[in-house]
């Protein structure tokens, strides 16, 4: 065969290699800033990336704003489909914040299309200001999986709050909003906390004080006579409610749980590695379940769910 011949046999075989690759050869699209499926229009695009930082803001820790909406041609994405991680975070002067102070996460619409939301991870965790957010993002589809990184083209005003405070907290008067510190709360006789109580600590409502959202303690949790709590309680120490203690939600704790004389629990009880003892005339209305430890019941006290003790029963 004539030199010509074979070089043009080689192009013909070439050329039809780099026809079919884009069909046979390729599951996954790297998509980073500026390449063309970040402003894809058309329904043919893989996916289509619309950045709402415009409109976006976050006022406080528990806000969330959406920052991107995803389509992906031809495809339904859901949140089982679609991760999204915070991979950077820029202020107007340059500065930067670490990235886990915010977190992203996919929301489903309904329709098959996707938002990405951003959320302060704590109070305090970032300073208040704008930020430039960049997102690493991953959609997949059949047969083909995108990966994105944009930065949002606004920057998103955030304020996360204040951080918690490191010092005890006594309460000795009505307190209308949540109460956070990582020392010990004490909650003084007949006060009130409209919100949630939260303390690395300890935390201890006295006789007839009230919280009305829920408590969450590292340490011991006390509730006094006639105490009530509107909410639940986690606690990573001991829980004790006393004599006409009244809990609106469940209790968990790694350590024993006492529930004294006409205490209720309206929810399930579970300890993790304590006992858990339910007094006289006590009142759980759900499951009470000690893994690791022993389930007592006293006279007239009433269980409305199963009774789970790894260490038996009492």
């Known amino acids: 065969m004539a030199p010509i011949i074979k070089l043009a046999v080689v192009c013909i075989l070439v050329g039809a290699v780099l026809l079919i690759g884009p069909t046979v050869g390729f599951s996954q699209i790297e998509a980073d800033r500026g390449v063309a499926v970040q402003t894809a229009t058309d329904d043919s695009a893989f996916l289509e990336i619309t950045d709402r930082s415009s409109t976006a803001s976050l006022s406080n820790a528990a806000d969330a704003a959406t920052v991107y909406d995803l389509r992906m041609a031809s495809e339904s994405l859901s949140e089982n489909t679609v991760s999204a991680t915070l991979v950077g975070i820029v202020d107007g002067q340059g500065s930067t914040a670490p990235p886990t102070a915010l977190e992203a996460f996919p929301v489903a619409d309904g329709t ?20 430039i957010l960049e997102i690493a993002m ?3 589809g059949s047969g083909v ?18 951080p918690p405070t490191d010092e005890d907290i006594t309460v000795i ?7 956070e510190t990582t020392g010990n709360v004490t909650v003084e ?13 300890s935390v201890t409502l006295d006789n007839g004080a009230s919280v009305s959202g829920n408590i969450s303690s590292g340490g011991d949790t006390t509730v006094s006579n006639n105490g009530n709590v509107g909410g639940g309680i986690e606690s990573g120490g001991t829980v004790t409610i006393n004599n006409n203690g009244n809990i609106g939600g469940g209790i968990t704790a790694e350590g024993d749980i006492i529930l004294t004389n006409n205490g209720i629990v ?24 000690a893994h690791n430890g022993t389930v007592c019941i006293g006279n007239n006290a009433v269980v409305t769910g199963h009774v789970i003790a790894g260490q ?3």
Do not use: F, H, K, W
């Open 112 to 131: 098959g299309d996707i938002s990405l939301l951003v959320q302060c991870v704590t109070e305090g965790g970032i300073a208040d200001g704008s930020y």
């Open 138 to 140: 991953q959609a997949t």
């Open 145 to 162: 999986t995108v990966d994105a990184v944009r930065s949002t083209g606004t920057p998103v005003p955030i304020s996360c709050g204040e």
């Open 173 to 179: 008067e009505d307190e209308p909003g949540n109460v």
């Open 189 to 201: 006789n007949g006060n009130d906390v409209n919100g949630d109580v939260s303390g690395g600590g």
């Open 266 to 289: 309206n929810g399930d009880v579970i300890s993790y590695n304590g006992n858990i003892e339910i007094s006289n005339n006590g009142e759980v209305r759900g499951d009470v379940i």
């Open 312 to 314: 038996g029963t009492c």
